[in-house]
């Protein structure tokens, strides 16, 4: 019976100590990153989510000039003409988009063709790779002086909506709101 006191008395003995045991000293630092693991099987697909809220028509195929200054070939004349390189038309462009000009002059800003005075115009005329604008007037008269630029509208680029606008009867300002150009 002794003997068991004994050896129970050492259980708890040494059992307090073990439990009352601290570790001694600081952590050591993080060890190498280990290798990468190989890529799991792939889970089920998803349930498909909610129709989401239609976007705003986009401009993504629309070509804006930046604007350029005119320089007429005579002046006064009754025709005067002024060539302008457009490397990004192309012959589908011409056949397949709604092109339109704007010339400005001062403050204001018209859609080609435009009636100048009651005798006189200014109107455009492309071609692959080139604009030409031209000035024409009864007689013999100074060219408007101002810049011009062009608006390329592919047809691939209009939404079932736009197809219905009319772009030559929208103002400037219209259409650049349109297309969200500046």
Excluded at 11 to 21: D, E, G
Excluded at 29 to 43: F, I
Excluded at 65 to 83: E, R
């Amino acid at each position: 019976m002794k003997t068991m006191k004994l050896c129970t008395l050492l259980f708890f003995a040494l059992a307090t100590v073990l439990i009352s045991c601290d570790k001694e000293g600081p952590e050591g630092p993080m060890g190498p990153e280990g290798p990468q693991g190989e890529q799991g099987v792939a889970g089920p697909q998803g349930e498909q989510g909610l129709q989401g809220e239609p976007g705003e028509d986009g401009n993504a195929n629309v070509i804006a000039s930046d604007w350029f200054d005119v320089s007429w070939s005579t002046s006064p004349s009754v025709f005067a003409t002024h060539d302008e390189t457009v490397t990004d038309i192309t012959a589908q462009d011409l056949e397949d988009s709604v092109i339109l000009v704007y010339f400005e002059s001062g403050t204001y800003v018209y859609p080609l063709p435009v009636s100048w005075t009651a005798t006189s115009t200014v109107n455009f005329a492309f071609q692959p790779g080139q604009i030409r604008l031209y000035f024409r007037a009864e007689t013999s008269s100074v060219p408007p002086a101002g810049r011009a630029r062009y608006i390329v509208i592919p047809s691939s680029s209009v939404s079932s909506t736009a197809k219905s606008l009319d772009y030559y009867k929208m103002s400037y300002q219209e259409v650049m709101d349109l297309f969200g150009l500046d």
